[in-house]
């Protein structure tokens, strides 16, 4: 079984930043992509930032200067430093990995419960 954790959304006022953690657990292999996802009310859930390969980033031109995707060398972890934070940055982030259970030969969409985040203006 592999699972996706999120962990450190709430609720912070515009201008401050919080940082997303992203934790994995069980067996998997060749990663291939992990990706931050939000999704406001009402709105689709949008890719904001990803990390392919361990070392290629992009991030969505909304979120870029303010918000960087990063992993832990150590641990199975990636988070999403969030900087700058806007009343419009309000959603469920959500993480996402792409990668292999041991013995496939193809790749399965892996996600997290969510965690919230909410700016005042």
């Known amino acids: 079984q592999v699972h996706l954790v999120e962990s450190g959304g709430g609720l912070v006022q515009a201008g401050e930043s919080l940082r997303l953690s992203c934790a994995v657990s069980?067996?998997?292999?060749?990663?291939?992509?992990v990706g931050w996802y939000r999704q406001a009310p009402g709105k689709q859930r949008e890719l904001v930032a990803s990390?392919?390969?361990?070392?290629?980033?992009n991030h969505s031109d909304s979120v870029k200067a303010r918000f960087t995707i990063s992993k832990d060398n150590v641990e199975n972890t990636w988070y999403l430093q969030m900087n700058n934070l806007k009343p419009e940055d309000r959603a469920v982030y959500y993480c996402?990995?792409?990668?292999?259970?041991?013995?496939?030969?193809?790749?399965?969409?892996?996600w997290g419960q969510g965690t919230q985040v909410t700016v005042s203006s």
């Open positions: 069980g067996t998997i292999l060749n990663i291939r992509t």
């Open positions: 990390m392919s390969g361990g070392v290629t980033t």
């Open positions: 996402k990995l792409i990668a292999m259970r041991p013995g496939a030969t193809f790749f399965s969409d892996f």
